[in-house]
Nanobody, 119 residues
């Protein structure tokens, strides 16, 4: 069965870095669209970053562009979100998602990992 497991969340000081990883089960991982989303308390879930199936093209929300980098290792069935220059407004639960087309839609979701950025 397709399952996604996030890791790497935690508490970090403003300006610091965190690396989130998402391990995905699935025989066709290389063709999956992969994305990261986040949800802060009292706010809607928002898009953070995505990497396409097949050609690994990337897209980013304007709020994280230049600070976050999404990548994938198809041999290890893993997608990574490298987060640099973190700000308190980045505090949220971060979710990994997978879809079966180039850019989704996303059919599978991880359980989430908490990222807290202190001032």
């Amino acid at each position: 069965q397709v399952q996604l497991v996030e890791s790497g969340g935690g508490l970090v000081q403003s300006g610091g870095s965190l690396r989130l990883s998402c391990a995905v089960s699935g025989r066709t991982f290389g063709s999956y669209a992969m994305g990261w989303f986040r949800q802060a308390p009292g706010k809607e879930r928002e898009f953070v970053a995505a990497i396409s199936g097949s050609d690994s093209s990337t897209r980013y929300a304007d709020s994280v562009k230049g600070r976050f980098t999404i990548s994938r290792d198809n041999a290890k069935n893993t997608v990574v979100l490298q987060m640099n220059s973190l700000k308190p407004e980045d505090t949220a639960v971060y979710y990994c998602a997978a879809g079966r087309a180039r850019w989704g839609p996303y059919d599978y979701w991880g359980q989430g990992t908490q990222v807290t950025v202190s001032s």
